[in-house]
């Protein structure tokens, strides 16, 4: 039986995050991610506590709602994030590098595509190292997916979740980009765009 929150205070049906497997980690865990995870599955895989999971998705979006959108940036090096990352730029409105990150962008007023965001979502802390350097440099928080064999250091806030499939991280920017929206007004029900477009064609 899977830990888990009731599931009518879940921010999305539980059968979602389940299909999805968000809550799947990886068979290496880290110190930093302990207290993510509820137990080791019979393939050593680890497996992360949904409530958790939907209680950080849920401080992220209200946290996130602070800013307006070209206030935050969402990188994501990890081609199974780009889409979603896409997605939850086109929903919001806020910035987005899918793909890889460009060194200096908020950083060097001299680039022409100079930006100058107030927060930064990454999806991997490892993968987009460079981004959350820069990030460092501007002293703007950094919210960041980890997964159970990522860190946490220079991370302002983690979102633990499995940060490497193309349906998790669908959910994940799905559940954001609602919250976020609902946290800001902006909406008073639930996107009406389906979970599904943010990580199929």
């Not at 602070?66 to 086109?90: C, L, Q």
Request: aromatic share 8%.
């Amino acid at each position: 039986m899977i830990k888990m929150a009731k599931e009518e205070k879940l921010l999305i049906p539980l059968e979602k995050y389940l299909q999805a497997g968000v809550h799947i980690g990886t068979k290496y865990k880290t110190k930093h991610m302990s207290p993510f995870v509820y137990k080791t599955n019979p393939d050593g895989l680890a497996i992360m506590d949904i409530q958790q999971i939907d209680k950080r998705l849920a401080i992220a979006g209200k946290f996130l709602s602070k800013y307006s959108p070209k206030e935050i940036v969402v990188v994501g090096r990890r081609e199974n994030a780009w889409r979603p990352i896409k997605a939850f730029a086109k929903v919001t409105g806020a910035l987005e590098f899918a793909g890889r990150y460009k060194a200096g962008v908020i950083t060097n007023p001299l680039l022409d595509d100079y930006i100058e965001p107030k927060v930064m979502v990454v999806v991997d802390p490892w993968l987009d190292k460079n981004a959350i350097h820069d990030a460092m440099l501007r002293c703007i928080p950094v919210v960041s997916l980890v997964d159970t064999n990522n860190t946490t250091n220079k991370i302002d806030l983690a979102i633990p979740c499995n940060n490497r499939g193309d349906k998790a991280l669908g959910v994940v920017f799905w559940v954001l980009a609602n919250q976020y929206l609902k946290e800001r007004k902006e909406i008073k029900k639930d996107l009406d765009i389906p979970v599904e477009k943010f990580y199929e064609e």
